[in-house]
C-alpha cells in the first residue's frame, strides 16, 4: 500500500521559517516527480513547487519563488519544502504529492499519490 505522510507543520510568525518533510513508502518511486499543493480555507488548491527525480528540473509558482526551496533524498523517499520569510497569505494545509509525470505535477494540479496534509498557520 502507498503511503505518503507529510510533517513539520505548524504556527508561526510572519517572516519565520518552517520545514515540511514528506516521506513515501509500500512502493517504488524511481522516476517519480514529486511536489507540493496547498489549500486554503474556501479556496481550491494550488500548485506550490515540483521536483524531477534527479532534481534536475525544478518549477515553482510565483507566489513563492525565492521564498521556498523544494528538495529530496532518494534514499529515503522524501521531499522536502523549506519556506523562509512566511507571509500571513501562506497559510493553508500543504500536501505532497509524487507522480510519474513531472508535468502534470508541475501543470495539471494531480498526481498518483497524495499525503493527508499538515497545516501551516502564519500569524501576521
Known amino acids: 500500500q502507498v503511503q505518503l505522510v507529510e510533517s513539520g507543520g505548524g504556527l508561526v510568525q510572519a517572516g519565520g521559517s518552517l520545514r515540511l518533510s514528506c516521506a513515501a513508502s509500500g512502493g517504488s518511486f524511481v522516476n517519480y516527480a514529486m511536489g507540493w499543493f496547498r489549500q486554503a480555507p474556501g479556496k481550491e488548491r494550488e500548485f506550490v513547487a515540483a521536483c524531477s527525480w534527479s532534481a534536475g528540473t525544478i518549477y515553482y509558482a510565483d507566489s513563492v519563488k525565492g521564498r521556498f526551496t523544494i528538495s529530496r533524498d532518494n534514499a529515503k523517499n522524501t521531499v522536502y519544502l523549506h519556506m523562509n520569510s512566511l507571509k500571513p497569505e501562506d497559510t493553508a494545509v500543504y500536501y505532497c504529492?509524487?507522480?510519474?509525470?513531472?508535468?502534470?505535477?508541475?501543470?495539471?494540479?494531480?498526481?498518483?499519490?497524495w499525503g493527508q496534509g499538515t497545516q501551516v498557520t502564519v500569524a501576521s
Open positions: 504529492a509524487a507522480d510519474p509525470s513531472f508535468r502534470r505535477v508541475a501543470f495539471s494540479n494531480g498526481a498518483a499519490y
